[in-house]
């Protein structure tokens, strides 16, 4: 998915595949994963708040009041981490605290626009559920940032359903906004295959707009997720959605495209989009399928994942 953050910032240099170290012998288990939480935000400039903390802590599931006291232990502070009002990160990396807030109103900005849109593409043939991922799912949105967005979809029509986001994007495009709709998939195809801490956090800060329900069955189907991210559970925020309008015209124009006619439609614009995007840069993170439409073409989870094992070398 495209899901913490997408290509809106600039990527970490690639180094040989490291080994991640033992845990540091000065710092407890819950101390160690608190460090690892802050490791890895710090690839994205992304300092956190207590509660944050709390709820992606690395592979450590603890209490709130647990991790807070781990946050007022001097030693462990003074040594191994950094305070700027309420945001938390790694030593030397106090900077970090103003690009979040001023990412965070970049994102204030931007979210009514993914909240019109998003209702647009719910109202589309076929689909299911909307949320919004990346950066701004986090509200970490760099200057010109996108809004990206995963979609679920009716069985046997991603591609027909992709076709119509398209025309959306394009629209918004007019009006100076980018809209990504990067990652597609069936109704039958909400299992994620790819286990890592970085499809973790994109499952686990997704925000849907529609299709609570779908939501649901995503995480239920993803529960692998708390063998990374245990305390990350429920939704990371609620967003005031409302009715999807003119739901019941789209029913109706699904109608015809149910039929063979349908199908033979989303076959050819599969085959027809996945001969052009042959002259894209291809990464390990695309793939395309009839249940599943990836556009990840920056690989940034790559990226992202080799830099915080960078970090994680780095530990003092």
Not at 255 to 269: A, H, I, K, S, V
Request: charged share 20%.
């Amino acid at each position: 998915m495209s899901t913490l953050a997408t290509g809106d910032y600039p990527r970490p240099t690639i180094i040989p595949q490291p080994t991640p170290p033992a845990a540091h012998p000065a710092l407890t288990p819950l101390e160690t994963a608190v460090w690892r939480t802050l490791a890895y935000v710090d690839v994205f400039d992304y300092p956190l708040t207590a509660v944050e903390i709390h709820r992606y802590l690395a592979e450590t599931p603890a209490t709130l009041p647990e991790v807070e006291r781990v946050l007022t232990n001097k030693r462990f502070i003074t040594q191994h981490l950094c305070r700027v009002g309420p945001y938390y990160a790694l030593p030397g990396r106090e900077q970090t605290a103003a690009i979040r807030q001023e990412r965070s109103r970049q994102a204030r900005q931007l979210w009514p626009v993914a909240l019109q849109y998003g209702r647009l593409l719910a109202s589309l043939p076929f689909t299911r559920m909307v949320a919004v991922t990346g950066s701004l799912a986090v509200d970490n949105v760099a200057p010109d940032g996108d809004i990206d967005y995963l979609l679920v979809v009716g069985n046997g029509r991603v591609w027909l359903n992709r076709a119509f986001a398209i025309t959306i994007v394009r629209l918004a495009a007019r009006r100076g906004y980018t809209l990504c709709p990067n990652y597609i998939l069936a109704e039958r195809a909400l299992h994620f295959a790819e286990h890592n801490l970085y499809t973790a956090h994109e499952v686990t800060q997704m925000i849907p707009l529609s299709g609570l329900a779908v939501y649901t069955k995503i995480r239920q189907m993803n529960s692998w997720t708390h063998t990374f991210l245990p305390n990350a559970v429920g939704l990371p925020r609620n967003i005031e959605y409302g009715r999807i309008p003119h739901q019941r015209l789209q029913r109706l124009a699904e109608l015809p495209l149910r039929t063979p006619l349908g199908r033979w439609l989303d076959q050819w614009e599969m085959e027809r989009k996945i001969r052009k995007f042959q002259y894209h840069p291809r990464s390990t993170e695309t793939d395309f399928s009839p249940d599943w439409c990836k556009g990840h073409f920056d690989a940034h989870k790559q990226y992202t994942l080799t830099a915080y094992q960078t970090r994680l070398r780095e530990r003092p």
